[in-house]
């Protein structure tokens, strides 16, 4: 019996080390599929990334152009709205007892910016959606109102809230 026990334990682990191999040689190569398949989407989502910087650098293009169009065309348009603008004459008494007369010419987006304000403080983007203009566009008449004094600003965080000054309440009054 030494001699079949013999067989029995050298046939039992010669099929044990066939089947090592043959476990060691298939998880040896489905590693390597692997590392093609990685380097495979690697692949692929470099040349996605690479499409989608495309995209959005021609979105960008795209809103530039459609910028300056807007101001193009806003400009026409301020210039139409200039001959049919109000002109508003405020006295203003100085402090000297004399009377000053200030002539302030405002556009009719100016003066429908300035009724909108009235209803309370508003943020510039509140603006631009009441105007429909661009930010640009909103921002420079923002700027220009408040300049002429008929606005006040207060900073919260990054942007601006306007509410009326006391002339943009009279010019709003007179209208």
């Known amino acids: 019996m030494d001699i079949i026990d013999f067989v029995i334990v050298a046939s039992l682990m010669f099929v044990i080390l066939i089947c090592y191999h043959i ?29 989608i910087d495309e ?28 001959v049919k603008s109000s002109t508003i004459q405020e006295n203003i008494e100085v402090s000297t007892g004399k009377i000053e007369r200030t002539d302030l010419n405002l ?10 304000i009235s209803t309370g403080p508003k943020s510039s983007k509140e603006v631009q959606l009441s105007i429909n203009k661009s930010r640009e566009h909103t921002a420079r008449l923002l700027k ?9 600003r207060e900073s919260q965080g990054k942007f601006f809230v306007y509410t009326l000054s006391e002339e943009g309440k009279k010019v709003i009054a007179g209208s």
Do not use: C
């Open 23 to 51: 476990i060691f040689y298939y998880s040896r190569k489905s590693a390597s599929i692997s590392k093609e398949e990685y380097s495979l989407v690697k692949a692929i989502l470099t040349e996605f990334k690479h499409r």
């Open 144 to 152: 220009n109102l408040y300049s002429k004094n008929l606005l006040k």
């Open 107 to 116: 556009s009719d987006i100016e003066l429908s910016i300035l009724k909108f």
């Open 55 to 82: 995209q959005n650098k021609k979105i960008s293009e795209i809103m530039i152009k459609i910028d300056l169009i807007e101001n193009r065309i806003g400009g026409q348009a301020i210039k139409k709205e200039e």
